[in-house]
Every structure is written in structure tokens, then in C-alpha cells.
């Protein structure tokens, strides 16, 4: 299958400070990336789609100005986690999206865990 | 609103007997069933996709069904192996851009 390249795997912050996260799709030209929280034993949230060269599109209850969102080619989105706080301390997972065989299959990141201090 | 059920309890399997696991889905008519497998700590691997006008798909040991007129998909696995022990997730696509949308995973322990 494709893969999906995420870092920082694990990253601790101070409150306050902002987070950069990278996601790439290695072998395949994604053409969408979505961006995914999860909590524990809680299933995957979907807090924004990006489509390359447009804005994202938030999910209700995310705030665009504190999850900052980039999609600069086919191969690389970021999320930037502003002004951090404990609460945004979660498991966040990135995707990616190609056309393969006529049907749109969906690869996951490995997921970077964000710990805010 | 859309609604996806899958076991929340884990489901404990002997080895080398199938494990079924069960996603039910409510008030959505999802174009693609995707089925992935999550370990602790680690993103969703995907598995298996089956299009909403396929019945059954199967890959090696697995093999997903989607009937459309109940709602519901099965996933078996079978001759399991305690290598298999996961936590399971369904999830539900409509046409075009959407993105996923997850059920909360069936916990599959697989006995040695």
C-alpha cells in the first residue's frame, strides 16, 4: 500500500508555543490530505480536508486560526497548532488520498503525539 | 445524523478459528466501506475498500461484505493468529471529497 510519512512522531511543548506537524505521501500524488485527532479509545475526528493549492475546509467546532492548515504540493501538508494549550494535547494523524483503480483509498500517517506542558 | 456502531467490547477469538467483526450504519449511503487496522500508538493501516455496488471482497485471509439494504458490513478474519490482535475500524465514505468518517473500532484479542 502507500505510504505516509508523518513527523515529528512525538513532540512535547510549552503552553503558549506553536506546533508544526509534516505530512507526506512518499509514492503517490495525494489529492486531498486530511487531517485527523484522536483521543483515547476514542475514534478518529476529522477536523479538516485540504485540497492542494486551496484553503482547508474545517470541520464544525475546529478553529482555523489555531489549527493552521497548509497545502503546499501534492506530496506535503502541515498543520501548525498555534498558541498551544494542554487541552489540544492529543494523537494527531494525517491522510492521504489518491485516485487508485477507480476508487478513492485513503492512507494514514503513523500519527504525531503532541504533549502541551 | 450518520451514525457508525461497531462492538465496543473486545472481542476475544481462539487462534486459528474466523473472527467476524460487525459495522452497522445509520441515516448515510456511503459510496466506500473501508476497513483498517490500528495498534496502539500508531495510525490506521488500511485494509480492505468494497464499493457500495460489490458484495464481498476478500484479500488473503480477510474478507469484508457490504450489504447496503441492512446497513452493515462483516469482516472476518480467518485462521486469526494472536498476531492479529488489533483494534479494527470501519469507516464510511460518500462520493467525491469527503473525508472518513470512523466508528470506533472493535478491539479483536486473538488467544493463543
Known amino acids: 500500500g502507500a505510504v505516509v510519512s508523518q513527523h515529528p512522531s512525538r513532540v512535547i511543548c510549552k503552553s503558549g508555543t506553536s506546533v508544526k506537524i509534516e505530512c507526506r505521501s512518499l509514492d503517490f500524488q495525494a489529492t486531498t490530505m486530511f487531517w485527523y485527532r484522536q483521543f483515547p479509545k476514542k475514534s478518529l475526528m476529522l477536523m479538516a480536508t485540504?485540497?492542494?493549492?486551496?484553503?482547508?475546509?474545517?470541520e464544525q467546532g475546529v478553529e482555523k486560526d489555531k489549527f493552521l492548515i497548509n497545502h503546499a504540493s501534492l506530496t506535503l501538508s502541515t498543520l501548525t497548532v498555534t498558541s498551544a494549550h494542554p487541552e489540544d494535547s492529543s494523537f494527531y494523524i494525517c491522510?492521504?488520498?489518491?485516485?487508485?483503480?477507480?476508487?478513492?483509498?485513503?492512507?494514514f500517517g503513523p500519527g504525531t503525539r503532541l504533549t502541551v506542558t | 445524523s450518520q451514525k457508525i456502531e461497531q462492538n465496543s467490547e473486545a472481542l476475544n477469538i481462539q487462534e486459528g478459528k474466523t473472527a467476524t467483526l460487525t459495522c452497522n450504519y445509520t441515516n448515510y449511503s456511503p459510496a466506500y466501506l473501508q476497513w483498517y487496522r490500528q495498534d496502539p500508538g500508531r495510525g490506521p493501516v488500511f485494509l480492505l475498500l468494497i464499493r457500495e455496488n460489490e458484495k464481498e471482497k476478500r484479500k488473503e485471509r480477510l474478507k469484508v461484505t457490504f450489504d447496503t439494504t441492512l446497513k452493515q458490513s462483516l469482516f472476518h478474519i480467518t485462521a486469526s493468529q494472536p498476531a492479529d490482535s488489533a483494534t479494527y475500524l470501519c469507516?464510511?465514505?460518500?462520493?467525491?471529497?469527503?473525508?472518513?468518517?470512523f466508528g470506533k473500532g472493535t478491539h479483536l484479542i486473538i488467544q493463543p
Open positions: 491522510s492521504a488520498r489518491g485516485l487508485a483503480g477507480g476508487s478513492y483509498e485513503q492512507y
Open positions: 469507516a464510511l465514505m460518500g462520493g467525491g471529497a469527503d473525508g472518513l468518517t
Open positions: 485540504s485540497n492542494e493549492g486551496s484553503k482547508a475546509t474545517y
